[in-house]
């Protein structure tokens, strides 16, 4: 029986206040499906593992506000950063920049009829949302994500 050999990826890790840990390489986590069910709920299930997407203006952090870091729900992998947040008036959360580049994968995206960008966790392979490029300066892009993929932390 050939050994199981475990995929590195390299990510940047960050504190719970937003302070940058480290640099590293650290195992991909690769889960069953039926794992993966039982850690997630229903929504979040269907969007971060089956590239789903919630209903506009319905998920919990399209409103909010509040200063502090979005991290991944599947993985806990840091993301973004509340103060990268912007109202886009999409009905999703929506950030000029991740907190790390490191942190996420982009593949194209050509389901529906139309070309995207989409965004996934770089160390679980959870699907977050898309990348447009209509959002604001300094950066011009919009990372437009479901709240069913991500998990606030307040600072």
């Known amino acids: 029986m050939e050994a199981k050999t475990t995929e590195l990826v390299a990510i940047v890790e960050f504190s719970d ?16 499906d039926e794992e993966w069910r039982k850690q997630l709920g229903p929504e ?24 502090g870091l979005y991290r991944c729900i599947c993985c806990d992998t840091a993301l973004f950063l509340a103060d990268t947040k912007f109202e886009s008036g999409t009905g999703w959360p ?16 050509r389901s529906y009829g139309m070309l995207r960008i989409s965004v996934s966790c770089k160390r679980c ?12 300066q300094p950066t011009g892009l919009r990372f437009c994500m479901n709240s069913a993929a ?6």
Request: aromatic share 10%.
């Open 17 to 32: 206040t937003g302070e940058k840990l480290a640099t590293k390489r650290a195992p991909k986590i690769v889960k069953t």
């Open 44 to 67: 979040s299930y269907e969007v971060t593992r089956h590239s789903g997407t919630e209903r506009a203006c319905t998920g919990q952090y399209c409103d909010l506000h509040d200063n």
């Open 94 to 109: 929506s950030f000029y920049t991740p907190i790390a580049p490191e942190n996420l994968s982009t593949e194209e995206d």
């Open 125 to 136: 392979d959870a699907h977050l949302g898309h990348l447009f490029n209509d959002g604001p």
């Open 150 to 155: 991500l998990r606030f932390v307040k600072f």
